[in-house]
């Protein structure tokens, strides 16, 4: 994707948003919560003596779990601006998502100019994918890997909860899930802090994802390889932005939803005649102009 209208001028990071990313009540509790989550191999219950008090129970999980998209998001379609920015220099472009049902959506991004990019067309474990700025199509097995993120081959149902702030990736097993309440408090819309707990597990691949959630909504959340050292990925909820940054590529993806309306039909996406049949192996990020000219 070429970088039009973005060329020259880094787009302005949301206020707070970098101050939110640093003082996440995740950083402080994921050490504790990842060794917890350690121990919690194949669920049992431990030995209690005669007498003894029983344990609090842990907080209340929230009607819909912090890695699974809302209900309300289905049968919609969405139109977030996106902006980009890293060593690579700036772009924007527009995301629209359609989605149908838990196993049913598309994605397509559009330049500046209305221009087309590239789409995605899933179906339950399988997809389309059309890069429409090099007329080629291939199709999509379970996984799609999006090069920008530190996340290799990702579920094809990874995208929609990761639009919608949510956790882009399940826990391995419920086993490994661990909830507790968070002390310091989360400025609520009003801004007056508000009671979050923090949710953390491991994944299938066994990276700890840990997130801060209040009322049902993701206020921050992180991805580490190691419980001592910085998270690798952190997205944050500033205002009416999303703000993913990759601490290791030094690259920001902010997104916010522009358009919201209710989705009447989702016709498949098809390659066109002169398109050739292409690889799947990245998509690469939006606008780096890996995907060529137009």
Known sequence: MTRAG????????????????AALPT?????????????????????????????????????????????????????????????????????????????????????????????????????????????TWCRLGGTLDLAFLPLGSLSLSALPPLLLGRLPVPPGSPASIVRSATSAGVASAAGTPAAAATVAYRDAAGRGWSAVVQGGQIVSWGLWLDAGAAPILSWANSGAWSVLSDRRKGVQVRWREAVREPLRQLAPMTPRADYREGSCAAVPLPGSGAQGGG
């Open 27 to 135: 950083l402080a509790a994921l050490p504790a919560l990842l060794a917890a989550v350690a121990c919690t191999g194949v669920p049992g219950t431990a030995p209690r003596s005669p007498g003894a008090t029983a344990p609090a129970p842990p907080p209340a999980a929230p009607a819909e779990a912090a890695w699974q998209v809302p209900n309300a998001a289905y049968g919609s379609q969405i139109l977030y601006r996106v902006a980009v920015s890293g060593a690579e220099g700036d772009a924007s472009l527009n995301l629209i998502l359609r989605l149908a049902s838990p196993v049913r959506y598309q994605a397509q991004a559009v330049d500046p100019l209305g221009r087309a990019v590239w789409g995605i067309d899933v179906d339950g474990d399988h997809g389309l994918w059309l890069d429409h700025r090099g007329h």
């Open 6 to 21: 973005a060329a020259g001028r880094r787009p302005t990071r949301p206020a707070g948003a970098l101050a939110a990313l």
